[in-house]
T-cell receptor, first 110, second 115 residues
Framework: AQRVTQPEKLLSVFKGAPVELKCNYS??????LFWYVQYSRQRLQLLLR??SRESIKGFTADLNKGETSFHLKKPFAQEEDSAMYYC????????????FGTGTRLQVTL | DSGVTQTPKHLITATGQRVTLRCSPR?????VYWYQQSLDQGLQFLIQ???????AKGNILERFSAQQFPDLHSELNLSSLELGDSALYFC??????????????FGEGSRLTVL
């Protein structure tokens, strides 16, 4: 079965420092990978998906099939980036469900 | 607000009881998903419906059941409740039915506390 692992429960960085939120997955096929974010008092929402290859709010994520990773990166953290981040995986050709990791709380401090 | 709405937001009940959580998807979305988030756990997929039919099933207990009605709203029924069922239950919706899940639109969740 597919699995998503986010090894860090909490990541604390200073404002302006680089951010890397780790995500590893286990699946032998070609999954679709996503990052979802939940800001304080807001709903869980899509941040970005690997197939779009876009940068959202300065965040990027590259799918590395060799390392089965999809780490989320941002060169300079901002206070407003503080939130809960979830990595998620979806499979092609199956009923469309997302498998989520346990999430990483990003805390950006001054 | 045409987003996903869930009721109730908070629910406190006793062990052995039965509760029903309700979800209205975004206007036009045909798929509804239910997820459970317990303390220190990620979102665990429970079940998906598309246009009234069950499409995918996850780790949903036999004590739990769900359905999607003709107006596309969905209900998650939890019975013979146990302390371990205390969790945040999320509903999400999407326009599609299969292939990639694509973007899911989440509700605010229903927080269930079993005492």
């Amino acid at each position: 079965a597919q699995r998503v692992t986010q090894p860090e429960k909490l990541l604390s960085v200073f404002k302006g420092a680089p951010v890397e939120l780790k995500c590893n997955y286990s699946y032998s096929g070609s999954p679709e990978l996503f990052w979802y974010v939940q800001y304080s008092r807001q709903r869980l929402q899509l941040l970005l998906r690997h197939i779009s290859r876009e940068s959202i709010k300065g965040f990027t994520a590259d799918l590395n099939k060799g390392e089965t990773s999809f780490h989320l990166k941002k060169p300079f953290a901002q206070e407003e980036d503080s939130a809960m981040y979830y990595c998620a995986l979806s499979l092609t050709g199956t009923a469309s469900k997302l498998t989520f990791g346990t999430g990483t709380r990003l805390q950006v401090t001054l | 607000d045409s987003g996903v709405t869930q009721t109730p937001k908070h629910l406190i009940t006793a062990t052995g009881q039965r509760v029903t959580l309700r979800c209205s998807p975004r206007s036009g979305d045909l798929s509804v998903y239910w997820y459970q988030q317990s303390l220190d756990q990620g979102l665990q997929f429970l079940i998906q419906y598309y246009n009234g039919e069950e499409r995918a099933k996850g780790n949903i207990l036999e004590r739990f059941s769900a359905q999607q009605f003709p107006d596309l709203h969905s209900e998650l029924n939890l019975s013979s409740l146990e302390l371990g069922d205390s969790a945040l239950y999320f509903c999400a919706s999407s326009p599609g039915q299969g292939g990639f899940a694509g973007e899911l639109f989440f509700g605010e969740g229903s927080r269930l506390t079993v005492l």
